[in-house]
C-alpha cells in the first residue's frame, strides 16, 4: 500500500456524480484522507499545481461498492459451518483477515461483517491494518439469537426474555461492535434452528432496537419468513436482511417463497433498507443453470425459488423500500470477490436499472450503515474511497467485474 501525501490530484475520463446519477466533471483532488475538490482536470490543475497526479484518464471513476452484509470468519464452501467449527481460531483469524483484503481489492471500500465471534473485533486494532489493506469496517459481533437460534454456534450468550436481548446489545456495546444483527427467524445453516419459524416479538425487538438506538449503533435483521419481517419492520429495525417470505411446500418439504402482497402493502413507502442477496449460493446451479433438461426436480424447484426471489426484490422496490447491496459472502459457495455478481444478476433479472443498482451500492449502503456523512459519494469532505473501471458501469453492467484502481480513505491500494 503506497504512503498517503498531501495532495493528490485524479484525472479520470470521468466521474461519477451520485446526486445526478450520472457523470459530472474530470477530476477528483485529495488531501490526505479526504475529497478536497470535484470538478475539471485543467481548473483543478491549475489552482493546485503542486498536487501529485494520478493518471486515471482511461478510466470511470466511482464511489468504492459498499456491501452490507458479509460473513469474514466464513470460508465459502457447501460445509461452511463444519469447516467454522473445526478451525485452529488463529488461523480463522487469518482468514478473517485475507476475505476482508479480497473484499477490498475488489472495488468494496466499505462492509458489514453480518456476525462473527468477538475476535473479529481485532480488525480495529491499529497493527492489523499495519499488516493489511482493509476496507472501512462495520462489525456486528455475535448476533443476537434465542437459545438454539440460527448462528448460536458463534460463540455468544443466546437471549430469550426481554431483559435478555437489552443485556445483550450492551454487552456488544460494551465489546466494542459497531452495528446490533438481530436473528428474527431460523436460518438454514443451523441445525435445530426451522427457517420459517420466527424467534422475537415485535415487541422484543423494538427494546433491542431501542437500546441499540441509544447507543447509536445500527441495527438490521435475519428475516426468511413474512412474520419475521413484519416483526422487524415494527420493531423498527432500520435494514431487514434476506426477506424471503418461505413458508414449508407441503409437497416435497422444500423452503418455498411466497410473497403476501395483502400484508406486505402495510409497509407501503415506508422506506426503509433492504438486503436480497441473491447471488447468495449462486454458483451451486452452474452446472445446469440455462439448460433445464439436465437440473434435477429438486435443481429445477430451486431455481425456480431463485427466480421468485428476484420478482420478491422488484416488489420491495415498488413497495417503497430501499435496497442495498449485500451478498452474504462465507455462507456456502458465496465468494469476498464477486459483489459484481450480486449487481449483474439484480441488473439482468430484475426491473432495476444500472443507476439505481450504483445508488443501492453506494449512497444506500452508506445510509443503511449510519455512514452518509463518511463515504458513498465522491463530493467535498467524504473520504476518498473511490473505484476506477476501464469501461462505463451505465453502458456496461459487467464493468464491476474490472476494477482497475482502488483507493480506500486516500491509501491507493491498486
Not at 464452501?77 to 483469524?93: S, V
Amino acid at each position: 500500500m503506497e504512503e498517503k501525501r498531501k495532495l493528490r490530484l485524479i484525472r479520470a475520463r470521468a466521474v461519477y456524480d451520485t446526486d445526478k446519477k450520472g457523470y459530472g466533471g474530470n477530476a477528483v483532488l485529495i488531501d490526505g484522507e479526504k475529497i478536497a475538490e470535484a470538478g475539471n482536470f485543467e481548473s483543478l490543475r491549475e489552482a493546485y499545481p503542486q498536487a501529485d497526479l494520478l493518471d486515471y484518464s482511461s478510466c470511470f471513476l466511482l464511489p468504492g461498492l459498499v456491501n452490507t452484509h458479509v460473513h469474514l470468519e466464513f470460508e465459502p464452501a457447501q460445509d461452511t459451518r463444519i469447516r467454522y467449527l473445526r478451525e485452529n481460531p488463529h488461523i480463522n483469524f487469518l482468514r478473517v483477515v485475507r476475505n476482508a483484503e479480497e473484499l477490498l481489492y475488489s472495488g468494496v471500500t466499505t462492509a458489514r461483517d453480518a456476525g462473527g465471534s468477538y475476535r473479529t473485533l481485532e480488525l480495529y486494532r491499529d497493527a492489523v491494518s499495519r499488516l493489511a489493506s482493509l476496507p472501512r469496517l462495520q462489525l456486528a459481533g455475535p448476533p443476537i439469537t434465542i437459545t438454539g437460534g440460527h448462528l448460536h454456534f458463534i460463540p455468544c450468550t443466546e437471549a430469550d426474555s426481554m431483559e435478555e436481548t437489552v443485556k445483550a446489545v450492551r454487552s456488544r456495546k460494551k465489546a466494542g461492535c459497531t452495528a446490533i444483527k438481530i436473528i428474527v427467524s431460523g436460518g438454514q445453516m443451523t441445525p435445530g434452528s426451522s427457517p420459517e419459524q420466527t424467534s422475537y416479538t415485535a415487541e422484543q425487538i423494538a427494546a433491542i432496537t431501542a437500546e441499540a438506538h441509544h447507543w447509536d449503533l445500527p441495527t438490521f435483521s435475519h428475516c426468511l419468513t413474512t412474520e419475521s419481517f413484519v416483526n422487524a419492520m415494527k420493531g423498527g429495525v432500520q435494514c431487514i436482511e434476506h426477506c424471503a417470505c418461505f413458508v414449508r411446500n407441503r409437497t416435497n418439504g422444500l423452503l418455498e417463497r411466497v410473497y403476501r402482497p395483502e400484508i406486505m402493502q402495510e409497509f407501503q413507502d415506508d422506506g426503509r433498507y433492504f438486503m436480497i442477496g441473491v447471488s447468495n449460493n449462486y454458483h451451486l446451479f452452474d452446472h445446469c443453470r440455462g439448460n433445464p433438461g439436465i437440473c434435477s426436480e429438486r435443481e429445477a424447484f430451486l431455481l425456480e425459488q431463485e427466480e421468485r426471489e428476484c420478482r420478491i426484490f422488484d416488489r420491495l422496490i415498488r413497495l417503497g423500500l430501499a435496497p442495498v447491496i449485500g451478498t452474504d459472502a462465507g455462507c456456502g459457495l458465496t465468494y469476498f470477490d464477486e459483489t459484481w455478481l450480486e449487481l449483474e444478476i439484480l441488473y439482468h433479472r430484475c426491473s432495476v436499472t444500472a443507476e439505481d443498482l450504483i445508488q443501492a451500492a453506494t449512497v444506500n449502503g452508506a445510509a443503511a450503515l449510519g455512514l452518509s456523512g463518511e463515504t458513498g459519494s465522491i463530493r467535498a469532505g467524504m473520504s476518498a474511497d473511490m473505484i476506477a473501471l476501464p469501461k462505463d458501469p451505465l453502458v456496461d453492467i459487467t464493468a464491476f467485474r474490472d476494477v482497475r484502481h482502488v483507493m480506500a480513505k486516500g491509501a491507493v491500494i491498486r
